[in-house]
């Protein structure tokens, strides 16, 4: 099992940068696969990116790709998202999950979920 909790939302203007930290605990973190997804207001949650245990696998929503980077360090038990070029569409709940499956892009693999940070991008 294990547990997480993200850390670094808050409210930027558009073209700003945030960055996003994920921290668990238990010691197997190196075993998940880790997603990062968003839920806006009225919208469903969404997946935005993820990334393989071992950082060979890394995939991203196409609405963040290219301004988006997500990675991880298995010593430290951290997963980040650093967020470049923000527009106001990327304001919304953050969440990271731990997933021991495959699938991921798809919110119902991951078995394990933080609490949320928020984060907000005015035009």
């Known amino acids: 099992q294990v547990q997480l909790a993200e850390s670094g939302g808050g409210l930027v203007q558009a073209g700003g940068s945030l960055r996003l930290s994920c921290a668990a605990s238990g010691r197997t973190f190196y075993t998940y696969n880790m997603g990062w997804f968003r839920q806006a207001p009225g919208n469903e949650r969404e997946f935005v990116a993820a990334i393989s245990p071992g950082s060979s696998y890394i995939f991203y929503a196409d609405s963040v790709k290219g301004r988006f980077t997500i990675s991880r360090d298995n010593v430290k038990n951290t997963v980040s998202l650093q967020m470049n070029s923000l527009k106001p569409e990327d304001t919304a709940v953050y969440s990271c999950?731990?997933?021991?499956?495959?699938?991921?892009?798809?919110?119902?693999?991951?078995?394990?979920w933080g609490q949320g940070t928020q984060v907000t991008v005015s035009s």
């Open positions: 999950a731990a997933a021991t499956g495959i699938g991921a892009r798809q919110s119902s693999t991951y078995a394990y």
